[in-house]
C-alpha cells in the first residue's frame, strides 16, 4: 500500500493562492491514479481535481478555472494550485491514490492521506 502525507494547508485570505502537495511513499505515477478531495464542516467528502486512468486532469465545476492538479514523477509527489480562493473553499483537503491498472482507476485499493486543513477568510 501506498501511503501519503499532504502538507501546505493553512489560511489564506479570500482572492489568494495556495498549493497544497502530496508525498508519497513509492513511486506513483505510472501504478497510480492520484487525486485531491475535500471535507467542509457538516458536508460530505467531495472531489477536487484528479488524474483519470488515461491521465488526463478532471476538476470539479466549483473550482474549474480555478484550481491546477500536477505530478512529479521524480519526487513522487503531487500538487494541487488553487487560486482566487473563496470563503467557501474552506476545508479538510485529502490527498487520495487509486491503483491503476491498465488504464482503469481501481477506487476500492484507495490510500488517503491524513488530511490539511485549508481556511480562507
Known amino acids: 500500500h501506498v501511503q501519503l502525507v499532504e502538507s501546505g494547508g493553512g489560511s489564506v485570505q479570500a482572492g489568494g493562492s495556495l498549493t497544497l502537495a502530496c508525498a508519497a511513499s513509492r513511486s506513483i505515477y505510472y501504478d497510480y491514479c492520484m487525486g485531491w478531495f475535500r471535507q467542509a464542516p457538516g458536508k460530505e467528502r467531495e472531489e477536487v481535481a484528479r488524474?483519470?486512468?488515461?491521465?488526463?486532469?478532471d476538476y470539479a465545476e466549483s473550482v474549474k478555472g480555478r484550481a491546477s492538479i500536477s505530478v512529479d514523477s521524480a519526487k513522487n509527489t503531487f500538487q494541487l494550485q488553487m487560486n482566487s480562493l473563496k470563503p467557501e473553499d474552506t476545508a479538510v483537503y485529502y490527498c487520495?491514490?487509486?491503483?491503476?491498472?491498465?488504464?482503469?482507476?481501481?477506487?476500492?485499493?484507495?490510500?488517503w492521506g491524513q488530511g490539511t486543513q485549508v481556511t480562507v477568510s
Open positions: 487520495a491514490a487509486d491503483r491503476r491498472v491498465g488504464g482503469i482507476c481501481y477506487e476500492s485499493s484507495r490510500a
Open positions: 488524474f483519470d486512468g488515461d491521465r488526463n486532469a
